[in-house]
C-alpha cells in the first residue's frame, strides 16, 4: 500500500522556535506538496515541488521555507514559529495530477 | 491559474433526505475535478474524482457528480443520506498534464444530517 508518512501526529513548539515539518513518500513521485487547513479556510498550499531540489510558492509561502534534497522526502521549515502559524498541516504526493496521496497531518501548536 | 467555489459553507439536511454540494470552478485550461471527504478528527478519504470521458461520475458510499463543462461545475449529489454522512467535504481541481501541478481546494461545505 503506498504511503505519504508524517513524522508528527502533534507538535507543540515554543513562539520563535524553527519547526521542521517532515514527510516521506514511498510512490517514487515527483510531485510534493504542502498544505496548511484552517477552519473556514479548506486547504490551502503553502509550497510544492516538482523535482529534487526544485521548489514553487503556492497562495501563502510567508514565514515558511521548504526542503527537497531526495525525491522522497520533502521537509516543510517554519523559519521563527509564530502563534498565527497553529494549524493543521498536510503533505501530499502525486505522478501526473491523477490521483494524489496524502499524510495523515500534523497537528502543529505555536504557544 | 485555478480556482475553486464551494457555494455553500454549511449543508443541514434530515436523513434519508437528498443532497447536492455545489462546486463550481475557473482554469484557463482543462482540468482534473476531485471530492474528498473528511470526517471529524480524520484525515482525507477520496470520494471519486474525474479526469476524462463519462461526466457523470460515481464515487464511494452511494455518492456521485456531473462534470458540467458549459457551467464549470462539478456537484456533488447523494439521493438518500445517512447520519454517518456528516463530515466535510472539499472540491478540488488540478490542472491537466501539467509538470508540478498542485491540487487547489475549495473552502468546504460542512454537510450535517440529522434525524
Known amino acids: 500500500d503506498v504511503k505519504v508518512t508524517q513524522s508528527s501526529r502533534y507538535l507543540v513548539k515554543r513562539t520563535g522556535e524553527k519547526v521542521f515539518l517532515e514527510c516521506v513518500q514511498d510512490?517514487?513521485?515527483?510531485?510534493m506538496f504542502w498544505y496548511r487547513q484552517d477552519p473556514g479556510l479548506g486547504l490551502r498550499l503553502i509550497y510544492f515541488?516538482?523535482?529534487?531540489?526544485?521548489?514553487e510558492k503556492g497562495d501563502i509561502p510567508e514565514g515558511y521555507s521548504v526542503s527537497r534534497e531526495k525525491k522522497e522526502r520533502f521537509s516543510l521549515i517554519l523559519e521563527s514559529a509564530s502563534t498565527n502559524q497553529t494549524s493543521m498541516y498536510l503533505c501530499?504526493?502525486?505522478?501526473?495530477?491523477?490521483?494524489?496521496?496524502f499524510g495523515s497531518g500534523t497537528r502543529l501548536t505555536v504557544v | 491559474a485555478q480556482s475553486v467555489t464551494q457555494l455553500d459553507s454549511q449543508v443541514p439536511v434530515f436523513e434519508e433526505a437528498p443532497v447536492e454540494l455545489r462546486c463550481n470552478y475557473s482554469?484557463?485550461?482543462?482540468?482534473?475535478l476531485f471530492w474528498y471527504v473528511q470526517y471529524p478528527n480524520q484525515g482525507l478519504q477520496l470520494l471519486l474524482k474525474?479526469?476524462?470521458?463519462?461526466?457523470l461520475v460515481k464515487g464511494i458510499n452511494g455518492f456521485e457528480a456531473e462534470f458540467n463543462k458549459s457551467q464549470t461545475s462539478f456537484h456533488l449529489r447523494k439521493p438518500s443520506v445517512h447520519i454517518s454522512d456528516t463530515a466535510e467535504y472539499f472540491c478540488?481541481?488540478?490542472?491537466?498534464?501539467?509538470?508540478?501541478?498542485?491540487?487547489?481546494f475549495g473552502k468546504g461545505t460542512t454537510l450535517s444530517v440529522s434525524s
Open positions: 482554469s484557463s485550461v482543462s482540468v482534473y
Open positions: 478540488a481541481v488540478s490542472a491537466l498534464n501539467q509538470a508540478g501541478t498542485a491540487l487547489i
Open positions: 510512490m517514487d513521485h515527483e510531485n
Open positions: 501530499a504526493s502525486t505522478w501526473g495530477g491523477y490521483g494524489y496521496t
Open positions: 474525474y479526469l476524462s470521458g463519462s461526466t
Open positions: 515541488s516538482y523535482d529534487v531540489k526544485m521548489k
